[in-house]
Structures are given as structure tokens and as C-alpha cells.
């Protein structure tokens, strides 16, 4: 039996599927928005990479004007559903046109996806007032490397080809260097873990297959099927409590300012 890949699209976001399975992702980050950002009513804020729009929702409750963009259509056509006062549009952060117009830009669990990041973060920096402030949240360095090496275990033990993962998980360093480059003024960074509950008996499936579609979008279904059983069974030792998964999220926070 011949088994032809099956097409994966990395930008088909399903936002019905993300809020169910994946609203840590923002519901843990809602002091980024809040204690960190500190918006002001008035203020004019960008959220980069907004998702599902929740955190842009929370940021436009202070009274500051708020856009949040995202790459994926999907996910924004949930974003004007569910926050019918925000504005929100698809567009590509490489491709951000801004000169000078918003006191805040905001990125949370998104700018891992963003290669090359020197090229979004220079956007970024031109899209921020003098005196801005640009403040995010993304995985850090170490983030989610046990689901990495199950899949590298994975793929080595059945033969076939390793596959480089999508992101970018830069350390405190890397990071700063990242910022300066791009003109701002790294005021504040921090790394830290934070364990991720993955809901249900298939979370360690469920994310792969959520955020690992374009990774494992080159293997024939059967073999992603197999990549898939393999991984988890490299990593439930590691990642099952006996009750849930708990993926191991590093993070990596920083506030700069521009000049
Ligand atoms: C994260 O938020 O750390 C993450 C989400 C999806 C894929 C990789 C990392």
C-alpha cells in the first residue's frame, strides 16, 4: 500500500481548535499584558502576532487603541468574531509598514515562529514612537526540547530523514543582541521556566500536531503517523505526571525602549 503525503498547511490555524486546546498560551501571559505593558487609555498599541485576539482584547479594556495583526487568516477571521470593537488585520510581520506611529508594540508566544527575527524586530522598531516601548513574550532558549528530541529520537529510530524544527528559541543574549540591533535599548529581560499543562490523554499529539504541521508536513502520512507514536513514547517518561503532560515551556520576557 502506497501512502501519499498528506498537504499540511502551516498557516491553517484552526482558532476553534487553538482556544480549546492551547488557552495557556494566553491565559498565562495575561500579566505580560497587564503588569508588564502597563497600556494607558489613549495610548496607540500594535499586538504582533495576535492569535486568537484575546490578550489585544484585554490590552483595548485600559482604553488604548489597539490593532492586532497576525500571519494567519484564520486565526484573525476568530479574533473579529469574538472582539467585534478591536481592530484586526492579516499581515506579515516581515512585511510591517509602520514608521513612527504606535507608543507600544506587543508580541506574546509568537515571535518564535519569525525567521529571520532581526528583520521583525527592525520593523517593529520602526513602527514605535521615540520613547516606545516594545515588550514580549517568547520561548526562550531550551523551550519544548524534550518534544524536540522525541521527534529527532523519532525520526532517527525509524531511519528517516531529520527535520530542523520551525522556530527560534534565542537565549537572554541572543535576544539582547537581537534588540540592539534593531536601535532599542533593552531595559528588562528574564528567562523562566513554566511547565504547560497539554489538556487531555492526546495533549503530547494534539500540540505536535497543532504546531508541528509544517515540521512534519515533508514525511508521508504513514510516516508521520509513526514519527508521531514513537515521539510519545520517548516522551512520556518524561513529560506524563501520570495524570496529564506537562510540556517543559522555558520563556523569555523583555521591555526595550526606542531612543
Ligand atoms: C511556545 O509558545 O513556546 C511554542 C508554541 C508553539 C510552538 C513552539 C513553541
Not at 502506497?2 to 498560551?25: C, G, K, L, M, S
Not at 482604553?63 to 486565526?75: C, H, I, N, W
Not at 510581520?93 to 519569525?114: G, I, K, R, T
Not at 511547565?195 to 497543532?210: I, Q
Amino acid at each position: 500500500m502506497t501512502h501519499e503525503p498528506q498537504p499540511i498547511d502551516a498557516a491553517a490555524w484552526n482558532a476553534e481548535h487553538y482556544r480549546a486546546r492551547h488557552a495557556f498560551v494566553f491565559e498565562s501571559s495575561a500579566d505580560l499584558a497587564g503588569s508588564w505593558l502597563e497600556p494607558q487609555a489613549g495610548e496607540r498599541i500594535l499586538d504582533l502576532g495576535c492569535g486568537t485576539g484575546e490578550l489585544t482584547a484585554r490590552i483595548a479594556q485600559s482604553g488604548a487603541e489597539v490593532v492586532g495583526l497576525d500571519a494567519s487568516p484564520e486565526m484573525i477571521a476568530g479574533a473579529n468574531a469574538a472582539y467585534k470593537d478591536v481592530t484586526f488585520e492579516v499581515v506579515d510581520a516581515h512585511a510591517l509598514a509602520y514608521q513612527a506611529e504606535f507608543d507600544a508594540v506587543f508580541s506574546n508566544a509568537a515571535l518564535h515562529w519569525m525567521k529571520p527575527l532581526d528583520t521583525v524586530f527592525a520593523r517593529m522598531a520602526d513602527a514605535l514612537k521615540p520613547g516606545g516601548r516594545l515588550v514580549l513574550e517568547m520561548g526562550g532558549a531550551g523551550n519544548v526540547q524534550t518534544v524536540i528530541d522525541a521527534v529527532n529520537h523519532a525520526t532517527h529510530t525509524l531511519g528517516l530523514p531529520e527535520a530542523p524544527h520551525p522556530w527560534i528559541f534565542p537565549s537572554t543574549g541572543q535576544l539582547a543582541t537581537l534588540l540592539e540591533s534593531a536601535g532599542l535599548r533593552v531595559e528588562r529581560t528574564h528567562w523562566f521556566t513554566r511547565p504547560s499543562v497539554l489538556k487531555g490523554e492526546d495533549g503530547f499529539r494534539a500540540w505536535l500536531e497543532g504546531f508541528g504541521g509544517a515540521w512534519l508536513a515533508p514525511l508521508s502520512a504513514a510516516d508521520r503517523a509513526a514519527v508521531l507514536a514513537e515521539a510519545e513514547a520517548y516522551a512520556r517518561p518524561k513529560l506524563w505526571n501520570g495524570a496529564e503532560w506537562v510540556a517543559d515551556y522555558r520563556r523569555l520576557r523583555a521591555v526595550a525602549v526606542k531612543p
